[in-house]
Each structure stands twice: as structure tokens, then as C-alpha cells.
Nanobody, 125 residues
Framework: QVQLVESGGGLVQAGGSLRLSCVASGIAFNRAAMGWFRQAPGKERAFVAAITGAFTTGTSVANSVKGRFTIYRDNAKNTVYLQMDRLTPEDTAVYYC?????????????????WGEGTQITVSS
């Protein structure tokens, strides 16, 4: 059974930083591309960042967070991270970790096979 468990969410002031973690189990993690998506109230789920599997380190980051958010992984810990800096109220959303068996990253949520439950990020102004 595949499980993705996110942690690290919470309340932060604008300009602050948070780091999200997603621990995966039941999946060939080192070969899986992993991604982060977010969903704000009243909006559709949106791509944030993704990282390749298969021991490569290519990443893809949404323009809205480029230069502020960094995705990286630790295959030894079956964990993918999202470092979020210079947060703004517009970053407020539920953040979801996603994984796919294909090692290539994707910006399309429909291409991911596995999802976490999500973790809330609230940025106050």
C-alpha cells in the first residue's frame, strides 16, 4: 500500500519560510518522480514543483514560485521536500505531495498515481 505523508505546514507571517516534507512508503521511491501541488479556497489544484526520479536531479517549478520555492529529495530517507521562502498571503493553500511511477516530472496532476492527504499553509499579512 502506497502512502505519502506530508508534514511541516502551519501559520507563518508574510516574508517567512517553511519547509514541507513528504515521506513515501510502498513505492519505488528512488525511481519515482515527485511533485507538489496546492489548492487555495475556491480554486483548482495547481502545480507548484516537481523533481525527477531515477537518481537524476532535474526539477520543474511553477513561475509563480520560481526563485522562492525549492524542491529536493533524499532518496535514502524516501522523502521529498519543498523549501518555501519569502512567503506571501497568495501562497496560502493546502499543499499536496504527489508521486508517479514514471521518473519524468510532470506539471499535470492527472498524471500522478499517488497523493498525500495535504497540509495547510496559511500566510498572514
Amino acid at each position: 500500500q502506497v502512502q505519502l505523508v506530508e508534514s511541516g505546514g502551519g501559520l507563518v507571517q508574510a516574508g517567512g519560510s517553511l519547509r514541507l516534507s513528504c515521506v513515501a512508503s510502498g513505492i519505488a521511491f528512488n525511481r519515482a518522480a515527485m511533485g507538489w501541488f496546492r489548492q487555495a479556497p475556491g480554486k483548482e489544484r495547481a502545480f507548484v514543483a516537481a523533481i525527477t526520479g531515477a537518481f537524476t536531479t532535474g526539477t520543474s517549478v511553477a513561475n509563480s514560485v520560481k526563485g522562492r520555492f525549492t524542491i529536493y529529495r533524499d532518496n535514502a530517507k524516501n522523502t521529498v521536500y519543498l523549501q518555501m521562502d519569502r512567503l506571501t498571503p497568495e501562497d496560502t493553500a493546502v499543499y499536496y505531495c504527489a508521486g508517479r511511477s514514471n521518473s519524468r516530472p510532470s506539471r499535470e496532476s492527472s498524471t500522478y498515481d499517488y497523493w498525500g492527504e495535504g497540509t495547510q499553509i496559511t500566510v498572514s499579512s
